[in-house]
């Protein structure tokens, strides 16, 4: 059948039109919120190179939860800045650091209203800025693994929901699972950052987290951006290690790799759209070349179309609010 007979124009014509045979939809229980917080921080700061995004207090963190989970966001992500940092990284196992402080303080407030996921690396713990144990210039992948299994406890201790391993070093989803398994801790979830690039886009991220390695780089441990094939294989070696979820990031660039991935595997799927995809949209609409809201709308639409069940954004809650006005 070809013109005239087929006529796509007829879909076209009104909203109620293109709404009832729209392929995708977007709604608030597709996000995922990341959100900062910092130890000892006596107000919450604005980030500079992500307007709208905030290093937080606990008490204005949990505010936010609060927040989020009014506009029917089910989760966020937690990321924490500690006041020490060290070699090795050992706030980020010490119950009462500050990611567990803020678990326990976000399930006092809001209780199951929100599941609350753990990042879990050792960047923002490091004082080399690195996602694993340092020896010579370079990251031993299977001590950074030790910590991480210990880190996952301690988190699941002060009540997450998820774990998101997401230094990408070899083998730690089953390093995670097992230490989660073997402390009691079965039913938390893994949420594995399977296909993590080493990307350009993570510079704001990396302001807000305090987190910039001191030396080199984290190409000796993130996917080459050249690499889909070994993208899908680095996804299938995390499923079977045990991961529940597997994520794409960042996600805008990485299209390609995510429609493969949700084709492959038929698994649940994240992407997470990262600090500079949002810096770059937020900067070109504060000079009014992009106009932000359909803009917005149109990249986490485009994500949700290439495969993605959930998306991790900072665009949550504005994206939300949106939605929610209709
Ligand atoms: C590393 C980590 C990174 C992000 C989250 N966790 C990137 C990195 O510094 O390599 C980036 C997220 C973003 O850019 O929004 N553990």
């Given at each position: 059948?070809?013109?005239?007979?087929?006529?796509f124009?007829?879909?076209?014509?009104?909203g109620?039109?293109?709404?009832?045979?729209?392929?995708?939809?977007?709604?608030p229980?597709?996000?995922?919120?990341?959100?900062?917080?910092?130890e000892g921080?006596?107000?919450?700061?604005?980030?500079?190179?992500?307007?709208?995004?905030?290093?937080?207090?606990v008490?204005?963190l949990?505010e936010?939860?609060?927040?989020?989970?009014?506009?029917?966001?089910?989760?966020?992500?937690?990321?924490g800045?500690?006041?020490?940092?060290?070699?090795?990284?050992?706030?980020?196992?010490?119950p009462?650091?500050?990611v567990?402080e803020?678990?326990?303080?976000?399930?006092?407030?809001?209780?199951?209203?929100?599941?609350?996921?753990?990042?879990?690396?050792?960047?923002e713990?490091?004082?080399?800025?690195?996602?694993?144990?340092?020896?010579?210039?370079?990251v031993?992948?299977?001590?950074?693994?030790d910590?991480?299994?210990r880190i996952?406890?301690?988190?699941?201790?002060?009540?997450?929901?998820?774990?998101?391993?997401?230094?990408?070093?070899?083998?730690?989803?089953?390093?995670?699972?097992?230490?989660?398994?073997?402390g009691?801790?079965s039913?938390?979830?893994?949420?594995?950052?399977?296909?993590?690039?080493?990307?350009?886009?993570?510079?704001?991220?990396?302001?807000?987290?305090?987190s910039?390695?001191?030396?080199?780089?984290?190409?000796?441990?993130?996917?080459?951006?050249?690499?889909?094939d070994?993208?899908?294989?680095?996804?299938k070696?995390?499923?079977?290690?045990?991961?529940?979820i597997?994520?794409v990031?960042p996600?805008?660039?990485?299209?390609?790799?995510?429609?493969?991935?949700?084709?492959?595997?038929?698994?649940?799927?994240?992407?997470?759209?990262v600090s500079?995809?949002?810096?770059?949209?937020?900067?070109?609409?504060?000079?009014?070349?992009?106009?932000?809201?359909?803009?917005?709308?149109?990249?986490?639409?485009?994500?949700?179309?290439?495969?993605?069940?959930?998306?991790l954004?900072?665009?949550?809650?504005?994206?939300?609010e949106?939605?929610?006005?209709?």
């Amino acid at each position: 059948m070809g013109f005239p007979q087929q006529r796509f124009r007829r879909f076209r014509r009104t909203g109620r039109l293109r709404e009832m045979v729209r392929e995708t939809t977007l709604d608030p229980g597709d996000f995922i919120a990341p959100l900062f917080v910092k130890e000892g921080l006596a107000r919450p700061v604005e980030i500079d190179a992500m307007p709208g995004q905030h290093q937080h207090t606990v008490g204005s963190l949990v505010e936010s939860c609060g927040a989020l989970a009014e506009l029917g966001v089910p989760a966020v992500m937690l990321f924490g800045i500690p006041a020490h940092k060290d070699a090795e990284g050992s706030s980020a196992w010490d119950p009462n650091g500050i990611v567990q402080e803020a678990l326990r303080a976000v399930r006092a407030e809001l209780g199951d209203g929100l599941v609350l996921v753990a990042d879990l690396c050792l960047c923002e713990y490091t004082d080399h800025g690195h996602c694993g144990v340092v020896r010579g210039r370079a990251v031993d992948n299977d001590a950074t693994l030790d910590a991480y299994a210990r880190i996952a406890v301690s988190y699941a201790e002060a009540g997450a929901d998820w774990v998101g391993p997401s230094g990408m070093m070899d083998g730690q989803v089953g390093a995670v699972r097992r230490a989660l398994d073997a402390g009691g801790h079965s039913e938390v979830t893994v949420l594995a950052y399977a296909a993590k690039y080493a990307s350009a886009f993570y510079g704001p991220f990396r302001q807000a987290a305090e987190s910039r390695p001191q030396f080199g780089d984290r190409r000796g441990y993130q996917l080459d951006p050249g690499n889909a094939d070994e993208a899908v294989r680095e996804v299938k070696a995390d499923i079977d290690e045990g991961a529940d979820i597997v994520m794409v990031k960042p996600a805008l660039p990485y299209l390609d790799v995510l429609g493969r991935v949700k084709a492959a595997f038929g698994v649940p799927t994240a992407a997470y759209q990262v600090s500079g995809e949002y810096a770059m949209l937020k900067a070109a609409s504060a000079r009014g070349w992009l106009q932000e809201e359909p803009a917005m709308l149109e990249v986490l639409l485009a994500i949700r179309r290439a495969g993605a069940d959930l998306i991790l954004t900072y665009f949550a809650r504005d994206a939300a609010e949106r939605l929610r006005r209709g």
